[in-house]
């Protein structure tokens, strides 16, 4: 019963890995815009991050509204 119950349970997972990968592709013709306010912008890890997304913005045709939110 218990060799039973693993195999199913492996199965499950196997599906459910497999299916995942099997996303439409993202239509990137159209150009969206996003808002990212950003806090307290002093933290070397807090620009590190501001960058990634100002670059990853750039790279999906995205219009990007980042504003200090301490403004």
């Not at 195999?7 to 815009?33: E, P």
């Not at 307290?40 to 750039?58: C, G």
Request: proline share 3%.
């Amino acid at each position: 019963m218990r060799k039973l119950i693993q195999t199913l349970l492996a199965a499950a997972m196997a599906v459910t890995a497999f299916s995942a990968s099997a996303a439409d592709k993202v239509d990137t013709s159209k150009r969206l815009t996003v808002g990212f306010p950003q806090i307290d912008e002093n933290q070397p890890w807090r620009t590190a991050e501001s960058d990634s997304f100002k670059s990853e913005a750039a790279n999906y045709n995205i219009d990007l509204k980042y504003v200090n939110a301490e403004d």
